[in-house]
């Protein structure tokens, strides 16, 4: 038997039989389902579920802070007394993206090579990371915007305070239900 065999036969059609052959699958362990179950990328998707799960939400946190953070200017040259009860807007913006990296080190602990980690696997871990990411980075605007605002008016009429925390703790939720959700779809096994 040669090393190359012509992979066409007489009528210039594929021969997928010698095809096969000509590969030496059978000499290998691994076999055409293996490459469709664990094909060489697989593991890209699981990466790319770290990657989005740390980055989106530190997308969000670093614009709740920012934007929360100049409310806080602002409210400090009128009350400077306000300047330490307005910083928990930028203290949650910053539990956000805790939440991220939470998800970031489960998923980073089930990463293996392409014969040990599955296509399903990769896609579970990508929509984990990207449940967590796109929830953190609209929890990280609603509690910019809130906070932002909310200190300002705090300065004004300070029993707006306990009103301003509430709708934080709410906006803070969404980036926990994309928590919730990431870390059961971790826990998925679909090997």
């Known amino acids: 038997m040669d090393y190359y065999l012509p992979v066409f036969n007489e009528s210039n059609s594929l021969d997928v039989p010698r095809l096969i052959e000509s590969l030496k699958l059978k000499e290998t362990s691994t076999s055409p389902i293996m490459l469709d179950r ?6 890209f998707y699981g990466v790319m579920g770290v990657v ?18 100049t409310g806080i200017a602002a ?4 009350r400077p007394e306000l300047v330490m009860k307005s910083i928990i807007p930028v203290v949650m913006a910053g539990i956000i993206a805790i ?48 906070g932002e605002v909310g200190v300002r008016h705090i300065a004004l009429q300070p029993r707006l305070f306990i ?6 703790i709410f906006a803070e939720v969404l ?12 826990t998925v096994n679909i090997k």
Do not use: D, N, R
């Open 38 to 43: 664990y094909p060489p990328y697989s593991p």
């Open 52 to 69: 989005f799960s740390s980055v989106l939400t530190s997308a969000g946190a670093a614009y709740g802070t920012a934007v929360s953070g």
């Open 75 to 78: 409210t400090a040259v009128m």
């Open 99 to 146: 939440y991220g990296l939470v998800v970031s080190v489960l998923l980073s602990g089930e990463l293996a090579p392409a014969p040990k980690y599955s296509l399903p696997t990769g896609y579970v871990h990508l929509a984990a990371g990207l449940s967590v990411g796109f929830a953190g980075l609209a929890a990280g605007y609603a509690v910019g915007e809130v």
């Open 163 to 168: 009103g301003m925390i509430l709708i934080l």
């Open 175 to 186: 980036g926990l239900y994309g928590l919730i959700i990431g870390i059961y779809l971790y």
